[in-house]
């Protein structure tokens, strides 16, 4: 088993330039997660999915979107980028999301200039 | 809202000394879980307390989970280079979300 997947692992953009970040998890897990590393702010939640076909605002939701395209997996998009969003991205599962350990994708490492 | 602050942020440490982390939570968590991230990598689960008052150990890590269930502590004894990294606690918000510590970095000076 992979675990929790995400591409790419680095990306260099210029602002207003969009993207999508890929996450996927082969856990059979219901719920996933997005979050944003930024130094000596810990981690921070984007949006979650509890589970296939939902999908809800974490606490920094604003200039991102996402989908869960399956069971499996949970893209991140940014429209239009900001300098504001460079940061690491996260992508976690968790099997029913209530209080349960959650996994890791190695992160994204992304730049926007 | 809800807030879960960590202290220290740095912590050096010479190899062979003692660290201690610690938790506070604004509201009571139901659970509190314990993650380590190693330089440039992602976070890994360390363990769960559920508990009020509970204490686990894992070889040199021992964790405590408070009375009032708002706080809790990771103690290393006798750190060693591997224990480098920054440490984090998490609780749950809600019935999905969670809550991440601003993480207490650890750095072991040989």
């Known amino acids: 088993n992979a675990g929790v997947t995400q591409t790419p692992k680095f990306q260099v953009l210029k602002t207003g330039q969009s993207m999508t970040l890929q996450c996927a998890q082969d856990?059979?897990?219901?719920?996933m997660y997005w979050y944003r590393q930024d130094p000596g702010m810990g981690l921070r939640l984007i949006y979650y999915s509890a589970s296939e076909g939902t999908t809800d605002k974490g606490e920094v939701p604003n200039g991102y979107n996402v989908s869960r395209l399956n069971k499996r997996e949970f893209s991140l998009r940014l429209e239009s980028a900001a300098p504001s969003q460079t940061s690491v991205y996260f992508c976690?599962?968790?099997?029913?999301?209530?209080?349960?350990?959650?996994?890791f994708g190695p992160g994204t490492r992304l730049l926007v200039l | 809202g809800q807030q879960v602050m960590q202290i220290p942020q740095y912590q050096h440490v010479q190899e062979g000394e003692d660290f201690t982390t610690y938790c506070n939570s604004s509201t009571t968590l139901s659970n509190i879980q314990w993650y380590k991230q190693r330089p440039g990598g992602h976070p890994v689960f360390l363990i769960q307390l559920v508990k009020s008052g509970e204490v686990k150990k894992q070889k040199r890590l021992t964790f405590q989970f408070g009375e009032a269930k708002k706080n809790s502590s990771l103690h290393i004894t006798a750190t060693q280079t591997t224990d480098v990294g920054t440490y984090f606690c998490?609780?749950?918000?809600?019935?999905?979300?969670?809550?991440f510590g601003t993480g207490t970095r650890l750095k072991v000076l040989a």
């Open positions: 976690a599962s968790t099997g029913t999301g209530k209080g349960e350990t959650q996994y």
């Open positions: 856990m059979n897990h219901n719920s």
């Open positions: 998490a609780g749950p918000v809600g019935t999905y979300k969670y809550i």
